[in-house]
């Protein structure tokens, strides 16, 4: 029997439920009709069963039943996202707090563009291109993927295949091709005009689904140079860490962020996996998705992570990639209404760009670093992943907004039937240096904080709880097991590969680690998230 089917044997439930149940014999009616059970639907293999807990424990012990388990209720995988990151419950209304949708807040959405999916036509405010695409195709996604991000973002839910915010606002700018792959001029005119526009479409987040191999330190690169400028306007840069994390062979490599999510201030997303359940005790790191720190400048990426594995959303008909992997669209709707799943720290970056999109409706006076930093101290730890793979760990927009809104409200939530608690860390930029500490625990910085003066950094002078007491300084990183998930954490100002760092074999740098050539060094943007192979 399934463990669900034990589970309530054991506990004596005794309410009806429907069970799935495999027999030998093949006469289902007579099986239940033997222990008082009714049958509900005759399937392929075998017959569903309405039946109450003393009649599953008889049947289980039936010679003639060779396996018993619970109809389950199964989920599409956008509402296992949705639902596991507490957005449907930001969406009906937290205690006494009303429902949140993202209505009014632009999102920037800066990829191959937007098809005019139905789940997504009211979406759309406005669509430039950047590109050198024809006249006729202006604007429109024929490669598939900025169609798929902007409805994990803002889709309706006309379909049940509802974005994070669905009353937000798509601003769909165009600046990778029909390929997938795109110049960094483009994205960068892409961000200035959003930068530009902001105050017309209330552009308040720029997803940046996209990015390229790091070259040189983000003080020096255009186009973190850009992703700064936006930021500066007030304006949430989420971008994407990378799908670097493993070698084609499986191995896992370290310092494969992509830029322009290695700029400190960029909220830079890493992958998760929810294995198809909303209950996050048994998520774990999407194998693919790039670890810190990042080459050159050692900045400790990513800031958190999100579901990014096998995420259903909007699919753009006709486009590359639903025509090359006609095997992940998962449903071929009527007209226009096709969906896909994808799989790629692209997919987790629209996540947080939706959930951001929440918190900006609630709080519109909040600033990009605000935003960011109520987002990673209300993020729950991830098992068996620390700093450079998971950062503050898995996205909860519930408790974001407890955080916000209710300065008297628990900071803990139920997500799948499971108490989730924020693990309470925060990296944030002071004097142009990465900073990463774990913080005292969360119900001391509501307590503390000033409500209507949220999280007030940076600043080195600013002498908030959140800056002080057990901060450590140092010139280097150093590895041990104080790194992960502690009080303890010591930050830093650059990593440096010296005789300085101390290696442990306990936690991250192990022979298993490999430094790697296999990256692709390239002067485009490349796309291959998109089509990354699910863990």
């Not at 294995?275 to 050692?298: E, L, N, Q, Y």
């Not at 670093?369 to 450079?388: D, F, M, N, Y």
Request: net charge negative.
């Amino acid at each position: 029997m399934s463990q669900e089917i034990a589970d309530r044997i054991a506990h004596r439930v005794e309410a009806s439920t429907e069970i799935i149940v495999s027999s030998t014999s093949g006469d289902y009616d007579a099986l239940a009709a033997r222990y008082g059970a009714r049958v509900t639907k005759h399937i392929q293999s075998g017959a569903v069963l309405e039946a109450t807990g003393g009649q599953i424990d008889a049947i289980t012990q039936d010679p003639d039943v060779a396996h018993v388990a619970a109809n389950s209720i199964v989920y599409r995988m956008m509402a296992v996202t949705t639902k596991a990151t507490g957005a449907d419950q930001v969406w009906a209304g937290l205690d006494h707090l009303r429902g949140i949708t993202g209505r009014g807040v632009g999102v920037a959405v800066i990829d191959s563009g937007v098809f005019p999916h139905p789940a997504l036509r009211d979406r759309i405010v406005v669509s430039v291109d950047f590109t050198d695409s024809p006249a006729n195709v202006k604007a429109r996604d024929q490669y598939g993927h900025g169609t798929h991000v902007a409805g994990i973002i803002a889709e309706s839910n006309a379909d049940g295949y509802s974005g994070m915010a669905p009353g937000a606002s798509i601003v769909n700018l165009k600046a990778l091709g029909d390929d997938g792959s795109g110049k960094t001029a483009d994205v960068i005119n892409a961000i200035d005009w959003a930068i530009l526009n902001r105050h017309q479409y209330n552009i308040r987040i720029i997803n940046l689904s996209l990015g390229h191999p790091i070259f040189e330190s983000y003080l020096d690169d255009p186009l973190c140079a850009a992703a700064q400028r936006a930021i500066d306007a007030g304006i949430l840069v989420v971008a994407a860490a990378g799908n670097l994390g493993k070698t084609a062979d499986g191995r896992p490599v370290v310092g494969g962020i992509i830029a322009p999510g290695n700029t400190p201030a960029v909220l830079t997303v890493g992958a998760l996996n929810t294995k198809g359940t909303v209950a996050r005790s048994d998520d774990v790191m999407a194998t693919f998705s790039s670890r810190g720190p990042t080459a050159i400048d050692g900045v400790l990426k990513p800031d958190l992570v999100a579901p990014g594995n096998r995420i259903v959303a909007a699919s753009a008909t006709g486009s590359l990639l639903s025509t090359t992997y006609p095997d992940r669209v998962v449903v071929d709707g009527p007209g226009q209404d096709d969906y896909i799943e994808l799989s790629g720290t692209s997919m987790s970056t629209a996540v947080v760009s939706g959930a951001a999109a929440l918190v900006f409706e609630a709080r519109p006076q909040l600033t990009p670093a605000q935003v960011k930093a109520a987002l990673q101290l209300t993020s729950s730890a991830v098992a068996g992943a620390g700093l450079i793979e998971a950062g503050a760990g898995s996205l909860n927009v519930a408790s974001v907004l407890q955080l916000i809104e209710c300065s008297h409200c628990g900071s803990a939530v139920a997500i799948g039937g499971e108490t989730v608690l924020p693990l309470g860390m925060v990296y944030s930029v002071i004097g142009g240096h990465t900073l990463a500490r774990a913080s005292r625990p969360l119900n001391y910085l509501l307590t503390n904080l000033d409500p209507t003066s949220l999280l007030r950094f940076p600043s080195v002078a600013d002498q908030s709880p959140i800056l002080t007491d057990s901060l450590i300084w140092t010139d280097s990183l150093i590895w041990t097991d104080s790194l992960i998930w502690t009080d303890s954490l010591i930050w830093t100002d650059s990593l440096i590969w010296t005789d300085s760092l101390i290696w442990t074999d306990s936690l991250i740098w192990t022979d298993s680690l490999i430094w790697t050539d296999s990256l692709i060094w390239t002067d485009s943007l490349t796309w291959t998230d998109s089509i990354t192979s699910p863990d």
